[in-house]
């Protein structure tokens, strides 16, 4: 059975930085690309950033640019989304995705919370 552990979320003010963990247990031997997604209050989700197993990374949206980074270890089968310069409209809950480039797998976190208090 395949889990993802997320961890690092919490309160922090606004300019305040935030180090996001996401774990996988139980992968076969597909590559992922692995993602992070968010969803804010009142709003649907929103895809953030994505990195191939090779380590190249897509940015989906320009709300993050130049603020988070994501990275992974593939020994570890662990990500990570640094968030620095954190502002309240980054409050939401973080999820990350593992993607099968082999197959149509797709595993989801369960979510960690990050409020941004202003």
């Known amino acids: 059975e395949v889990q993802l552990v997320e961890s690092g979320g919490g309160s922090v003010q606004a300019g305040g930085s935030l180090r996001l963990s996401c774990a996988a247990s139980g992968l076969n031997g597909d590559e992922y690309a692995i993602a992070w997604f968010r969803r804010a209050p009142g709003k649907e989700r929103e895809g953030l950033l994505c990195?191939?197993?090779?380590?190249?990374?897509?940015n989906y949206t320009d709300a993050v640019k130049g603020r988070f980074t994501i990275s992974r270890d593939n020994a570890k089968n662990t990500v990570y989304l640094q968030m620095n310069s954190l502002k309240p409209e980054d409050t939401a809950v973080y999820y990350c995705?593992?993607?099968?480039?082999?197959?149509?797998?797709?595993?989801w976190g369960q979510g960690t919370r990050v409020t941004v208090s202003s």
């Open positions: 995705n593992f993607k099968g480039q082999l197959s149509i797998n797709s595993y």
């Open positions: 990195i191939t197993r090779s380590g190249g990374t897509t």
